[in-house]
Each structure stands twice: as C-alpha cells, then as structure tokens.
C-alpha cells in the first residue's frame, strides 16, 4: 500500500514533467514570499533608521538653541550683578537699571535686586528659594520650574550674586522667565499630527506644552499643577542617566513612538522628540500593501502560465520517448507515422521531433560513412608518421609513464635513443631534478583529465649532463586501448638566457647595480597588497652637485656607488633601490622598531668605514625612516621621505661646509678623468 510520503514524493518528483513543475511552482512560490518579506523587513528597519538618524540630529539642534537661549539669559543675570552700581548698592541706579532691563528684554518677566534677608526691592520675600539660598553661597544658579508667589506664573529664575568691592555677597539678583518662552521656542519643532518637540525636568515634568495635552488627560496622565509626568518613560530614563540617542518605545501615552532625547546642562532638562510610530509608517504600509497585491497578481500569473506551459509539452514528450523506444528496438520507419501529435507542441519539440526523425534516417548512411573513415585513418596514420619522423620539433609518446617512442630531433634532444629511453625505470631520469615534481603533478592531472593540454617550461638534464631550456605542449592519446601521453618538445635555451638579461636590465640601475625605481615601484605595489609589517628608509646624497661641478662627474659617479655600496646588505628582506639621482631607498620586509633602527646605525658605521678608506669622497647621506603595515606603504614612504627631509634641511649647512673642506684640503684626484 503506498504511503502518504511515497504519493507526496511522486507528486513532486523531480524526474516526471508534472512532478518537476508542481516542485518548481512550490519553490519559485517560497522563493518570491521569502524574498518579499526580507525586501518588506528591509524597508521597515531602513524607514525607521532613516526617521530615528533625523529625530537624533532634531535633538541635537533643539539641544544647541536651548543651551543657548539658557546661557544668554543667566548671562544678562550675570553682567548685571557685575554693574558697578549694582555692587555700590545704589537703589536709584539699580532701580533704573532694571527697568532698562525688563524694557529691552521682553523675554524676562521679571527682574529684582534681593538683600542679604531675602527682600526684593518691590517688597517680596524670597529668603525661601532655592536660587536665592545658592546665590547666597556666591554661585549662579538656574532654578527648576518655580510658581510667583504674587501670581503663581510657572517660571524659571536665573540668579546670580552680588559682590561688594571686598568680594562679600551683598545680594542676589535674579531675573525670571515665563515658560511660554521656551515652549514658544520648541514649538518651531512641531510636525504632522503627533509630533512634537518638549522640555521635561529631572523629576519627569513636562516643562513646556504639549500639543497632545488633551489626549494625555484623557487617558488619566499624572500632572501636577498641570503639567504631565513622562517619568518611567525610556526615552526620561534614558536621558536622566546622561544618555542621547534614540528608539522606538511607548511614550507617556502609551502609544509607540520615534524618540530622541538628551539632557541639557545642570540643572539636569531633557529635551524629548516623539511622533506616533503609527503615523510614519503610514505611508510605507500603504506602499507595502500595493506591493503584496502587485505580488499575488505576478505570482497567479506565473502559476497560470506554467501550469498551461506544461500541459502543452506533456503529451509531445510522451510521444518522443514511444518513438525512441522504437528506433531503440530497430524500427525505423515506424518514427514518422507519429509526426502529426507534435503539430500544436512548442517549436522547440517540433524542431527536436524533426531533428530525431532525420538522426534515424541518416543512422544506416552513417555506418557506411564510418568504414569509410576507417580507410582513411589507416592513410593519415601513415602521413602522421612521416610528419613526425621528420619534424624539426621533439616528439615523444609515454605509456604507463614509460617512454614508447622519441622522434629524431627528441633524441638529439635529449642525447638518449629511443632504445636507450625505454630502459630508463622513468622519463623523469632525463628532467631536471628541481622540476620533476612539477612534471609529475601536471602529468597526473591530464591522465585524470583535470585538463585537455598543458603548456609549461622544465629544464631538461641531456645525457651527458649538461641543461637545456625547453617549452612543452602535452596532450593525451589512445595506444593499444590505452590512454597515453603525447608530448611535443622545443629548445627555448637561447631566448631563456636573452630574457635574463634583460630582466636584469629592466631592474636594476647601471650606474650602482643596485634596484632600479621601476623594481622599486614593483615591490611597492606587492607590499601594498600585504598587512606584513614593513619598513621604508629614504637616503639622499649630500653634497653630489658640488662633488660633480668641482671634481667632475666621475668624482660623483664615484661617490654614488660608494652611497651605494653603504646601503647594499646580504638580505633578502632589505631591498635596496636607486630611485633618483642623488636618492635611495630600502624596502624591509616584517621590519621593527629594533631593525629599522639596527639598519640606520648600520648605514651610518658603513659611510664612516668608507670615510676611513684611502682615496675616499666626502660621503654624507641623510636619512628618513618609517615603519608601518604593507597596506599602508604609500602612507609609510610620504612619512619616511619628510622625515628624511626634515633631517638633510637640518643638516645642510653643516655636510656642505664638511665638503667645502675636503675640497680645499684634498688634491683633484678626479677633475682631469
């Protein structure tokens, strides 16, 4: 009896038409939902980075007027308490000073000088607020929100004190400031139809209004004297730990929003940007919903089409297979009387039909092609021979890695006869020991047929022992059933040698025989592709103009190669170069601190040993040097080139008054060369 698994698996079978296109419905289908709801994830996170990365910057800038705005008031406080006549004490003077004040500034509500007791001058006593009690204590100070005693206004007082001209506090003045100020001020930032900008101090109290006022009543907000508590929210607790950012959480109202937030100074306000999450994401809902239904549509669409697809192809393929069965069994001639059932099939059955009917017309003329073939194989197998035996190329074939066959020119070669080579246990006797395990690899992956042919170039060890320089082609061959290798062999000694040459030539500078630049600039871009550890060290040739103008340029040809020779080190990982005229470098492959500076001291002994040479020139190099990551070399060589720069400004006056000298005191042993 079959299983539920075993009719699940023969729905979707993969080797029936039906099968494979119910299996490519079902996945096509996954696909397109999967990649839909990543595209639709995307979108949503990338939405509310993009509106959180704005709120951010909003708060910054709200940030930045509201410091402002606080500075500038307790500032105006300030200079006031600084004013000559405020610390003389003079009523009359202060009392038109602040009615200049409050006349100028509209912002401030109102404006006093208090005494030492706590009385202001219009007969208030406020000897119990805080602001008074820390002015007092010499310090300016900005007050939480306050409520008038004469008009319980809520307010913010700005005071700062008064010194007499021994510094002793002599009194406070303050200065308050309405709230609809501020909220005037944050209600520039308001936008759409719940967002809103607001001011909230360090006990959770909204500071300034809120548009939504109404909405938080409703819903039973706490208040005091009117103002909303935003304690317990994340954006407050947050904020009141001295953080800044924003996030999406649930607001005082209890609806999801986009915050920002950050504190303000001290004492301790918070500024808080919201908008209901609901409301930005409105449209991208909306978007993403035309989207889903652009997506059912498309995908109905794409199952209609293959679904009809398939019933076309299905009876056609059902045919072909009857009518290759047949041909399978030997009646040809039974293929075209099935033609008509492919008339309403896709062109490409029909072509396919036509195509089968004419492979099994042609079969029969092939065979009788084929023994023809066979006469004329025998006939090229006969010129082939000819062609190799007489070829100006060396020709081989191996067997089982054994040599078969050496045409003339690959006995000459190689100096070994045919004869001679089936007796060695191995071909590889007459290659290059260095190069064998290459032969070998290459061979192995053309038996195993990794590759239809390989061109490479061994050194080939000749029988009486000398080395050539060969170019191979190989590729395989059938011998006696067998797979076999076909070999083909060219004497490329002569342009080995041309090559090296110039290879040398290229690379290397013809005055010194050290690097050139252009290896220079090779080994450069090969570090900058590397996170080695490197190092650069830039040398320059003090004095070389003045050697070759006094002395003459063989003086100067001189004294480079002697540069030259001082920088030169049997080391693979220092590279020694000739960069310019008068200019060297060294390129130090895993360098440190201990190495680079190991090599300075080092060029430095060997321009001294030179110095204390017989017949020697004034040679005085400076230096520059800098260590780095290989990635980084173009950065490295710029710091190594100023500090080698820096060093030869310092010290140019000084090599050039030691080369004057040598030039005064030592005969012109160059000048007549």
Same mark, same amino acid.
């Given at each position: 009896?079959?299983?539920?698994?075993?009719?699940? %698996?023969?729905?979707? !079978?993969?080797?029936?038409?039906?099968?494979?296109?119910?299996?490519?419905?079902?996945?096509?289908?996954?696909?397109? $939902?999967?990649?839909?709801?990543?595209?639709?994830?995307?979108?949503?996170?990338?939405?509310? /980075?993009?509106?959180?990365?704005?709120?951010?910057?909003?708060?910054?800038?709200?940030?930045?007027?509201?410091?402002?705005?606080?500075?500038?008031?307790?500032?105006?406080?300030?200079?006031?308490?600084?004013?000559?006549?405020?610390?003389?004490?003079?009523?009359?003077?202060?009392?038109?000073?602040?009615?200049?004040?409050?006349?100028?500034?509209?912002?401030?509500?109102?404006?006093?000088?208090?005494?030492?007791?706590?009385?202001?001058?219009?007969?208030?006593?406020?000897?119990?607020?805080?602001?008074?009690?820390?002015?007092?204590?010499?310090?300016?100070?900005?007050?939480?929100?306050?409520?008038?005693? *004469?008009?319980?206004?809520?307010?913010?007082?700005?005071?700062?004190? *008064?010194?007499?001209?021994?510094?002793?506090?002599?009194?406070?003045?303050?200065?308050? *400031?309405?709230? $609809?100020?501020?909220?005037?001020?944050?209600?520039?930032?308001?936008?759409?139809?719940?967002?809103?900008? &607001?001011?909230?101090?360090?006990?959770?109290?909204?500071?300034?209004?809120?548009?939504?006022?109404?909405?938080?009543?409703?819903?039973?907000?706490?208040?005091?004297?009117?103002?909303?508590?935003?304690?317990?929210?994340?954006?407050?607790?947050?904020?009141?730990? /001295?953080?800044?950012?924003?996030?999406?959480?649930?607001?005082?109202? /209890?609806?999801?929003?986009?915050?920002?937030?950050?504190?303000?100074?001290?004492?301790?306000?918070?500024?808080?940007?919201?908008?209901?999450?609901?409301?930005?994401?409105?449209?991208?809902?909306?978007?993403?919903?035309?989207?889903?239904? *652009? &997506?059912?549509?498309?995908?109905?669409?794409?199952?209609?089409?293959?679904?009809?697809?398939?019933?076309?192809?299905?009876?056609?393929?059902?045919?072909?297979?009857?009518?290759?069965?047949?041909?399978?069994?030997?009646? &040809?001639?039974?293929?075209?009387?099935?033609?008509?059932?492919?008339?309403?099939?896709?062109?490409?059955?029909?072509?396919?039909?036509?195509?089968?009917? !004419?492979?099994?017309?042609?079969?029969?003329?092939?065979?009788?092609?084929?023994?023809?073939?066979?006469?004329?194989?025998?006939?090229?197998?006969?010129?082939?021979?000819?062609?190799?035996?007489?070829?100006?190329?060396?020709?081989?074939?191996?067997?089982?890695?054994?040599?078969?066959?050496?045409?003339?020119?690959?006995?000459?070669?190689?100096?070994?006869? $045919?004869?001679?080579?089936?007796?060695?246990?191995?071909?590889?006797?007459?290659?290059?020991?260095?190069?064998?395990?290459?032969?070998?690899?290459?061979?192995?992956?053309?038996? =195993?047929?990794?590759?239809?042919?390989?061109?490479?170039?061994?050194?080939?060890?000749?029988?009486?022992?000398?080395?050539?320089?060969?170019?191979?082609? $190989?590729?395989?061959?059938?011998?006696?059933?067998? %797979?076999?290798?076909?070999?083909?062999?060219?004497?490329?000694?002569?342009?080995?040698?041309?090559?090296?040459?110039?290879? &040398?030539?290229?690379?290397?500078?013809?005055?010194?025989?050290?690097?050139?630049?252009?290896?220079?600039?090779?080994?450069?871009?090969?570090?900058?592709?590397?996170?080695?550890?490197?190092?650069?060290?830039?040398? =320059?040739?003090?004095?070389?103009?003045?050697?070759?103008?006094?002395?003459?340029?063989?003086?100067?040809?001189?004294?480079?190669?002697?540069?030259?020779?001082?920088?030169?080190?049997?080391?693979?990982?220092?590279?020694?170069?000739?960069?310019?005229?008068?200019?060297?470098?060294?390129?130090?492959?895993?360098?440190?601190?201990?190495?680079?500076?190991?090599?300075?001291?080092?060029?430095?002994?060997?321009?001294?040993?030179?110095?204390?040479?017989?017949?020697?020139?004034?040679?005085?190099?400076?230096?520059?040097?800098?260590?780095?990551?290989?990635?980084?070399?173009?950065?490295?060589?710029?710091?190594?080139?100023?500090?080698?720069?820096?060093?030869?400004?310092?010290?140019?006056?000084?090599?050039?008054?030691?080369?004057?000298?040598?030039?005064?005191?030592?005969?012109?042993?160059?000048?007549?060369?």
């Amino acid at each position: 009896m079959i299983t539920f698994c075993e009719k699940i %698996k023969g729905l979707f !079978s993969y080797n029936t038409i039906p099968g494979f296109t119910r299996l490519l419905l079902l996945i096509s289908s996954s696909v397109l $939902t999967l990649f839909f709801y990543i595209f639709v994830s995307q979108e949503v996170e990338t939405t509310r /980075g993009y509106i959180l990365k704005n709120f951010e910057q909003t708060v910054n800038i709200q940030q930045s007027m509201i410091e402002n705005w606080f500075n500038n008031h307790a500032g105006q406080v300030k200079t006031f308490a600084e004013l000559q006549s405020t610390q003389d004490g003079d009523a009359e003077a202060i009392k038109k000073n602040i009615e200049a004040v409050l006349r100028n500034n509209p912002e401030f509500w109102g404006f006093s000088f208090i005494d030492v007791n706590g009385w202001a001058y219009e007969g208030t006593n406020v000897s119990d607020r805080e602001y008074f009690k820390q002015s007092l204590l010499g310090k300016s100070y900005t007050s939480d929100i306050l409520y008038g005693k *004469v008009t319980n206004n809520p307010l913010i007082v700005f005071s700062s004190p *008064v010194f007499d001209r021994g510094g002793n506090v002599i009194g406070v003045v303050a200065g308050g *400031v309405r709230l $609809t100020t501020i909220s005037k001020t944050m209600e520039q930032f308001q936008f759409g139809s719940t967002g809103e900008s &607001y001011l909230v101090d360090r006990n959770g109290m909204m500071v300034t209004s809120t548009q939504l006022a109404s909405d938080a009543a409703a819903r039973g907000m706490p208040n005091t004297n009117g103002r909303i508590s935003v304690k317990g929210t994340y954006g407050f607790e947050q904020a009141i730990q /001295g953080k800044s950012g924003s996030e999406v959480y649930t607001d005082y109202r /209890g609806q999801r929003v986009f915050g920002a937030f950050s504190a303000i100074g001290n004492p301790e306000w918070i500024i808080i940007a919201e908008v209901d999450e609901a409301e930005i994401l409105a449209p991208l809902h909306k978007k993403l919903s035309i989207l889903g239904l *652009v &997506y059912l549509a498309l995908l109905a669409i794409l199952v209609y089409l293959i679904t009809a697809f398939t019933r076309r192809i299905n009876r056609p393929v059902f045919d072909l297979v009857a009518m290759a069965n047949k041909v399978e069994s030997g009646d &040809y001639g039974a293929v075209s009387s099935q033609e008509g059932s492919f008339s309403k099939a896709p062109q490409e059955l029909q072509y396919l039909n036509k195509a089968f009917i !004419s492979m099994s017309q042609e079969l029969i003329a092939t065979i009788d092609e084929l023994n023809q073939v066979n006469h004329l194989l025998v006939e090229a197998e006969d010129k082939f021979r000819s062609l190799v035996e007489n070829s100006l190329v060396g020709v081989s074939f191996l067997l089982d890695g054994k040599i078969t066959y050496l045409n003339p020119k690959m006995e000459e070669m190689i100096g070994y006869t $045919t004869e001679e080579a089936k007796q060695l246990s191995s071909f590889l006797e007459y290659v290059h020991p260095d190069d064998r395990e290459l032969v070998r690899e290459k061979l192995r992956k053309r038996m =195993d047929g990794e590759t239809g042919h390989f061109n490479y170039e061994i050194r080939i060890l000749r029988k009486d022992g000398s080395i050539i320089d060969v170019y191979i082609l $190989t590729s395989t061959c059938i011998i006696n059933g067998k %797979k076999a290798i076909f070999g083909s062999m060219i004497d490329i000694s002569d342009r080995k040698r041309w090559e090296s040459t110039l290879e &040398y030539v290229s690379y290397h500078d013809a005055g010194t025989g050290l690097y050139n630049r252009a290896y220079f600039e090779l080994q450069l871009n090969q570090m900058a592709t590397s996170d080695r550890d490197i190092g650069i060290i830039m040398c =320059d040739v003090d004095g070389l103009k003045i050697i070759n103008d006094s002395l003459g340029h063989y003086a100067g040809d001189a004294l480079l190669k002697a540069a030259a020779q001082a920088i030169s080190f049997d080391d693979r990982r220092i590279i020694s170069a000739r960069i310019g005229g008068d200019e060297f470098a060294l390129l130090v492959w895993d360098a440190t601190e201990d190495s680079m500076k190991t090599l300075r001291n080092n060029i430095a002994a060997n321009i001294e040993s030179y110095k204390r040479s017989k017949g020697s020139l004034p040679l005085y190099i400076s230096q520059g040097s800098c260590l780095g990551k290989g990635f980084r070399v173009h950065e490295v060589l710029r710091q190594a080139d100023d500090d080698m720069y820096q060093e030869k400004n310092t010290n140019r006056m000084k090599n050039r008054e030691r080369v004057m000298r040598y030039l005064e005191v030592c005969p012109k042993v160059y000048s007549n060369r």
